[in-house]
Structures are given as structure tokens and as C-alpha cells.
């Protein structure tokens, strides 16, 4: 079956996600970063960078985002990420790459593979190792639940769907990834039928009750 679908056929459709993500406050700093992602420039970056993937593998963003603080913030006191993340395997992992980071580091730079380099890192499965090969700058989409649903949707790889994007938009791999990424996750583009949700109507603002409670008394009656 030849790749095809609503994204490839119509690059206004693109496009309209970015203006709804420039809406909900999302465009201008994820197409900044996605922009510009570039390989780790230091030991410390690398593991820096493998350590914020871990903790974020399986787990909500504003949530990973905390154990990452004090897993830093325990690393840079000279402790186990194990004093305050629960998780033994991936605080172990997290402890391993910083031990290694220099070696880790040269390993990375000299390796040609970059992707089949980060899957052989503890605790980078076969999607994460994705995630972080493009934080580093390599151009590929993660095939996440998300990108998968689409890519299936259009009869071709998470891969081939962002490098067809790309080419058309004039945005790196990279930042289509995360662009649908980040519409399917707020719920903007619904992954299965490829098409824009619209935003729920305002809620009918509630009318305050003008008369009083009871009707008037008429002195006279009494």
C-alpha cells in the first residue's frame, strides 16, 4: 500500500497544529528547541541529558520533571539517585551513567550507530533510546504510541511520515516529531482519524437570579 493520508495530502492540515499549538502557548518554544537541538558538548551533558530521559520513560512530564531535580540535586551533592527516587533499576541506571559519563561520552561521539549507541545504555529501551538520540540532535521520530497510531494511519513508519513533513514544511524531522507528538497529547489531533478536534464550547455563563425571594407583603392586608 502507497504511504498516504491527510498529512501527506494536505500540508495546511500541518500547518492548522501549530497554529492551535500557538494558541495553547506550545509552538514557539518546542519549534525553538526542536530547532536547534545539537549533539552533547560535554561528559556531564550527555549524562545530564540520559538521566533527564530516564526519568521521563513511562511517566507523566511535570512529574518526571520533579524526580529529575532531585536526582540532579542528589548527583551534585555526591549521593545515589536512590536517596530520593524509589525506583531501583532506573536510579541504579542513573547512577552508572554518571559514574561512566566520560567514557560513555567518547563512546557516544566515535560511534556511528547514535541510535543502536543510546538503546545500549541502561535503562534506554527501544523507544526511549529514540527520545534521547533526538535530544541529542539526531533527526528521527520517536515511534511512541502516538507517532505509530498516525504513521499507521497513513500507510508508512513514524520515520517516513516525519521526513515527508519535513521536506514539504521546511522544518526539521525533529520538530515534526514533536509537533504531532505534542497535538496528539493535548488532545488537538486525534491520532486514530488524523483529523483536528475542536475545542469544547465556552460553558453558558451562569444568570444570576434578579428577583427577590418572596413576593412583597402588604401591610394593609393585615
Not at 41 to 56: G, K
Request: hydrophobic share 40%; aromatic share 8%.
Amino acid at each position: 500500500m502507497e504511504a498516504g493520508g491527510p498529512l501527506l495530502d494536505n500540508l495546511d492540515l500541518f500547518n492548522e497544529l501549530i497554529a492551535r499549538l500557538d494558541t495553547e502557548g506550545y509552538a514557539q518554544d518546542d519549534i525553538a528547541w526542536a530547532e536547534n537541538t545539537k549533539p552533547p558538548q560535554s561528559a556531564e551533558e550527555f549524562a545530564t541529558e540520559a538521566i533527564f530521559v530516564i526519568c521521563n520513560s513511562g511517566m507523566k512530564h511535570t512529574i518526571a520533571r520533579t524526580i529529575y531535580e532531585k536526582c540532579m540535586a542528589a548527583i551534585n551533592a555526591g549521593q545515589s539517585c536512590g536517596t530520593v527516587f524509589g525506583h531501583l533499576g532506573k536510579s541504579r541506571a542513573m547512577d552508572e551513567i554518571w559514574a561512566k559519563r566520560s567514557e560513555l561520552f567518547n563512546e557516544y561521539m566515535a560511534a556511528g550507530d547514535k541510535i543502536a549507541f543510546c538503546q545500549s545504555l541502561p535503562w534506554i529501551g527501544g523507544i526511549t533510546c529514540y527520545h534521547l538520540a533526538k535530544n541529542f540532535g539526531a533527526q528521527v521520530a520517536k515511534p511512541d504510541v502516538h507517532l505509530t497510531r498516525l504513521a499507521e494511519r497513513h500507510a508508512t513508519s513514524a520515520q517516513d511520515l516525519c521526513e515527508r513533513i519535513a521536506e514539504a514544511s521546511g522544518y526539521s524531522v525533529n520538530t515534526v516529531d514533536l509537533v504531532l507528538w505534542r497535538a496528539c497529547a493535548i488532545k488537538i489531533l486525534d491520532g486514530h482519524s488524523c483529523t483536528i478536534i475542536e475545542p469544547e464550547p465556552p460553558a453558558p455563563r451562569a444568570i444570576e437570579y434578579q428577583g427577590e425571594l418572596f413576593a412583597p407583603v402588604q401591610a394593609e392586608l393585615f
